[in-house]
């Protein structure tokens, strides 16, 4: 079903003059550097194994991998040319020693990668999935982290009372939707998310984001 952009493909020629950057939202270097310390703020290290879900052309990835141990860094994406963009991107600057492991996949199939991860971290993944979308992926999540692992993810937020109507989301005047493309939703929904799939949830609310996507964090009930 078609409810957001990525199931474009981008072509080669779009690619090598760099399109992916603007097709994933833009703010390449800003936004790499907002995900990167963002982690680092809640206990990043080098040797934690991470998992970039929605990783794009590696917008933040490549901030992150640089950082982490070899072999250390996964991506999972749905859009097979943004994954194409970002094996360019890691050519460009020599990275591919890093051995990121890249997968393509529309079902978030986690599991796949056959191992438990300390960091989730998914920016503008939310903000272009239904929730119906929202719930399958969180109903992989919870296998998929270490016992005291964190999977934080950004969302446009909507109080109940606003939910049905169209929000601007202030100051980037973006207008957010409960039901088209970009999605917003509120913590509450979250919540009741979180008790089905097994899930704590947290609010942590503003992270600087320029667009104002929140930030929710779950983490395992166990």
Same mark, same amino acid.
Request: with cysteine.
């Given at each position: 079903?078609?409810?957001? !952009?990525?199931?474009k493909?981008?072509s080669?020629e779009? !690619?090598? &003059?760099?399109?992916?950057?603007?097709? $994933?939202?833009?703010?390449?270097?800003?936004?790499?550097?907002?995900?990167?310390?963002?982690?680092?703020? &809640?206990?990043?290290?080098?040797?934690?194994?991470?998992?970039?879900?929605?990783c794009?052309?590696?917008?933040?990835? !490549?901030? #992150? +991998?640089?950082?982490?141990?070899?072999?250390?860094?996964?991506?999972?994406?749905?859009?097979?040319? +943004?994954?194409e963009?970002?094996? $360019?991107?890691?050519?460009?600057?020599? +990275?591919?020693?890093?051995? %990121?492991?890249?997968? +393509?996949?529309?079902?978030?199939? !986690?599991?796949?990668?056959g191992?438990?991860?300390? /960091? #989730?971290?998914? $920016?503008?993944?939310?903000?272009?999935?239904?929730f119906?979308?929202?719930?399958?992926?969180?109903?992989? #999540?919870?296998?998929?982290?270490? %016992?005291?692992?964190?999977?934080?993810?950004?969302f /446009?937020e909507?109080?109940? =009372?606003q939910?049905? *109507? %169209?929000?601007? @989301?202030?100051?980037?005047?973006?207008i957010?939707y409960?039901?088209?493309? %970009?999605?917003?939703q509120?913590?509450? =929904?979250?919540?009741?998310?979180? @008790? @089905?799939?097994?899930?704590?949830?947290?609010?942590?609310?503003?992270?600087?984001?320029p667009r *104002?996507?929140?930030?929710?964090?779950? =983490? &395992?009930?166990?």
């Amino acid at each position: 079903m078609h409810y957001n !952009i990525y199931d474009k493909e981008l072509s080669l020629e779009e !690619i090598s &003059r760099k399109k992916h950057r603007e097709f $994933v939202g833009g703010l390449w270097e800003e936004m790499g550097s907002l995900q990167f310390d963002f982690l680092l703020s &809640r206990g990043l290290q080098e040797t934690d194994k991470v998992l970039d879900l929605g990783c794009g052309a590696l917008r933040g990835g !490549i901030r #992150i +991998l640089e950082f982490l141990e070899k072999g250390h860094y996964f991506g999972l994406d749905i859009n097979r040319s +943004l994954l194409e963009a970002a094996r $360019v991107e890691l050519l460009e600057r020599a +990275l591919e020693f890093k051995n %990121p492991k890249l997968m +393509l996949s529309s079902n978030f199939n !986690i599991q796949d990668f056959g191992l438990k991860f300390d /960091f #989730i971290l998914s $920016v503008s993944l939310f903000t272009h999935l239904p929730f119906p979308k929202i719930s399958e992926c969180l109903n992989k #999540i919870r296998d998929s982290l270490e %016992p005291d692992g964190l999977y934080f993810s950004s969302f /446009f937020e909507a109080e109940n =009372s606003q939910f049905a *109507n %169209p929000v601007e @989301q202030k100051p980037s005047s973006i207008i957010s939707y409960p039901d088209k493309d %970009p999605f917003h939703q509120t913590f509450a =929904s979250f919540e009741k998310l979180g @008790q @089905q799939t097994g899930l704590n949830v947290s609010y942590v609310g503003d992270w600087r984001h320029p667009r *104002n996507q929140k930030m929710v964090c779950f =983490s &395992r009930t166990d």
